[in-house]
């Protein structure tokens, strides 16, 4: 009884609203993340100017009509540009899209980066002028001036880009590990790679920061460190540090040390974690690699923060293995275990 009493707790906050009841299946549509009907729903009430174009292009309606019925549900949307458009194609719709494959997640912002419009003349087998004309009829911004690519930077963007949501901000400021990846991929020397992206406008690392060695010199295996997943496949690690979680994973998968792995990923211009020698030195098995594994991102790239209570226990209903027992090798593992006191108290302590 107690729980049934409890269900309205919490309601009055609601005291005096005002619901639309005339919600239909549309409308579903309208305030789930993925335009699709389905969880999960829209987090916040301000709607994006992306989510807003592409639903006129999935439901049928024209965006107007979308920002009147969303005004009506008590979303705050944006003002549409004075050049809207009334209909919007599936090829708008892939084009709203930050993985380019007409799905969530959609483009937030009103500015474009190059870095998209390259992405989708290769994805769509289009010329940039005509990927550029559908943004300034959608009203959308491209930040800078893009140029056509000729076959050449045509293959450089389709392996730089791959699988990469190239709609956020910074997606024009490319990494060394970007440049490298597309040197190892099509086995130009890495100075000759940076020259075609510096040439369509986008930002390149300086000459001084990419190693000095040919295409030649780079492995496959280089390219598998140098992947977000390692698989060899973009996305490619980013400018910032490398998680520990990435060197960890890349250790157990190619059975180096983890110092052999930051060391090789040093020589590649790569920003690395600064472990215990310990950690550097541990020999790591694919057990580890799966803890490891723990720290990934929705997308399957590895992040850098603490490991959770919640991973911890699902590690250790997965590999049977007690949960101190788990913390305790993830420490071992250069890692932070916030919760490791009190697992080890709960279960009595030690390496079980």
Known sequence: ???IGSLGAGLDTYAGARFPDDLCFDDVDLFSWALDGEPPWLAEDEVSLGHVLAAAGIIGRSPHEIVGRLRHLGFTVP???DRTPDTVDSVDVVLLSGLLDGNAPRLTDRRVPLAHVYHAACILSCDV???????DRLGLEVLGEPVELDRMDRGHATVVFHAADTSVPGSDHLSSAQILAVAQFTGRDPARVRASFLGLGLFVPPEEALPDFAASALTARDALMLS???D??????????VPLAH???AAGYLRWSPRRVRDRLTQLGCAVPTPADSVLDIFVD???RMFAELLTDTAGAY???PVSRAEVLAASFRFRWTPARIAARMMELGFSVPSATSLITETGGGMR
Not at 129 to 135: G, I, K, L, M, Q
Not at 232 to 241: I, M
């Open 247 to 249: 060197v960890i994973a």
């Open 303 to 305: 992040v850098q923060r």
């Open 286 to 288: 694919g057990v580890d």
């Open 232 to 241: 060899g496949r973009g996305p490619w690690l980013g400018a910032g540090p």
């Open 129 to 135: 002028t005509e990927v550029r004309e559908r943004y």
């Open 79 to 81: 003002v549409l540009p």
């Open 1 to 3: 009884m107690d729980t």
């Open 228 to 230: 977000c997943r390692l």
